[in-house]
């Protein structure tokens, strides 16, 4: 959604503009940021964007090895929704399986985990308690 005053907003093309598009305008409106800069910038989106899609690439292939059940799910919906059709976003999101797969695995093997969960008093799940950690 664009609001006024998004400078992150091309209303000509109603694209959001290129990362390295907005250091190039850090750089012009003031706060200096030298070629060196913006290089290390862009590295560290490149390498960590790579690193995260493949060690969830990774974790999915895992998951999906100890389930052939969910492999097959997968497969079953690839060649029914798609069959020998192009592969395109609009395509891949027909692929609901492949999504809740994809999903759990990040539920199951977070990347960056951001959120420690914590409970609040012992619970009892099928016959086994969960309790406190105290300090």
């Not at 959604?1 to 390295?20: E, I, V």
């Not at 390498?47 to 493949?54: E, I, K, S």
């Not at 052939?68 to 976003?89: C, R, S, V, W």
């Not at 990347?111 to 799940?125: M, T």
Request: include cysteine; proline fraction near 3%; hydrophobic fraction near 40%.
């Amino acid at each position: 959604m664009h609001h006024k005053g998004d400078d992150n907003f091309n209303g000509s093309t109603k694209k959001r503009r290129a990362l390295l598009d907005l250091l190039l305008d850090v750089s012009n409106n003031g706060t200096i940021l030298s070629d060196e800069d913006i290089r290390e910038e862009v590295n560290t989106f490149m390498y960590a964007g790579h690193d995260t899609m493949a060690t969830s690439i990774s974790w999915t292939l895992y998951a999906l090895g100890r389930h052939p059940e969910y492999q097959e799910k997968i497969l079953n919906e690839y060649n029914d929704e798609l069959g020998m059709a192009e592969i395109t976003l609009e395509n891949v999101q027909k692929l609901t399986w492949l999504e809740a797969c994809i999903k759990e695995q990040w539920r199951m093997y977070p990347v960056a985990p951001l959120i420690a969960r914590h409970i609040y008093k012992p619970i009892e799940i099928s016959k086994y308690f969960a309790c406190l950690l105290m300090n």
